[in-house]
């Protein structure tokens, strides 16, 4: 009979054994699918499967297969798989009579080896469907959340992980911090970036260059967040060199940005070794925009600022000597500060009284000279033409990382536009 193991032969009982363990599906769904897919065999053989009994048993590794047909008169047969005659209903149960039911168990092995490969083919094809649904809909809940994989291959654009069901992880050059380095076996933390569906096959994205990345580890170091007693309002990343995060109190007593920090810093150590060095700034949140640009542009002191909220610019006045803080090394500062505040930035450096106010920009020079100079320039503090010609050529050739030609021609233009 069907119910016995040895009887279904080795082939049958290793294709049933081959999807009964499968992981992501739950036992109802499984056995849906398994009895879905015999029906769809037994279809195919026979035609119909509406007279057929399929019951699958995944724990124990077996199913029964049962064929019900009505008995009717010898040479009465009109549908072979509904109806059988009375002379062979008897060869089953000598007391069958004329109009009964007859349900008849039904080997499946002795169906050949085609229905059994049709059999596995079906199978196959709906457990990867149900599989790649449940990983999905796993994965698609995670997104933002930061987990673990464990690197299996690296690949110049692209570092692949594993979890620790087996499942394929993304970690593509772009969403890789520059310092990054990775060694097979190693366990790498990321974001859930995104779970791509193309055509029901799930990839799953991660990175650790996304802003969410800074702040789920952020989340999980200050517990006062954890807590709901403090907010993340904004986080500006330039992965691998530095970021800025707003944070807000709900309680008067809680310092926000003391607690994120930690004494001498204990908070964010373990971020900032975990980011490659990435310099981390802690700033206090506020709704009134002029005051929450002072901060983000911090260390440096503000004197004043004019605002055009329509177009969200700001233009922002300090004394010569802040000026260079304000920008940051390579405009660093005033990028993320930018970024943070969802504003653009434009910095300008307060004229003191008796000095000559009809000092040019060295933005008003872009048409003779080259914008990435004059950003090279600006980068050391210098925007205005006499503040560029009172500085060393040599700091020009060096800080500014200029060739000696370059600073020359800049100087010769400069100078004729004050003769």
Known sequence: MATKKDSMGPSMFETFQEFKETKNIDRTTLVSVLEESFRNVLAKMFGSDENFDVIVNPDKGDFEIHRNRM????????DENKEISLSDAQKIEPDYEVGEEVSE???FTKFGRRAILNLRQTLASKILELDHDALYQKYKDKVGTVISGEVYQIWKREVLLMDDEGNELHL??????????????ETVRAVVKEVQNENNNPRIMLSRTSPDFLKRLLEAEVPEIADGLIAIRKVARMPGERAKIAVESFDDRIDPVGACVGVKGSRVHGIVREL???????????????????RALSPAKVTSITMDEANHKAEVYLQPEEVSLAIGKGGMNIKLA????????????VVS???????????????EIDQWVIDAIKALGYDTAKEVLNAPRELLIEKADLEEETVDHLLEVLRAEFE
């Open 353 to 367: 009284e008796g000095e000559n106010d009809e000092d040019i920009y060295l933005d008003e020079f872009s048409d």
């Open 71 to 78: 008995v009717v008169e010898d040479g009465e047969v009109k």
């Open 338 to 349: 930018s970024m943070l505040t969802e504003h653009t930035i434009d910095v300008f450096r």
């Open 276 to 294: 490659g060095g990435e310099n981390i700034d802690v700033i206090n949140y506020t709704s009134n925009i002029q005051l929450f640009i002072q």
């Open 172 to 185: 593509m050059k772009g969403d890789q911090i520059p310092s990054d380095t990775y060694r097979k076996g």
């Open 105 to 107: 168990a039904v080997d």
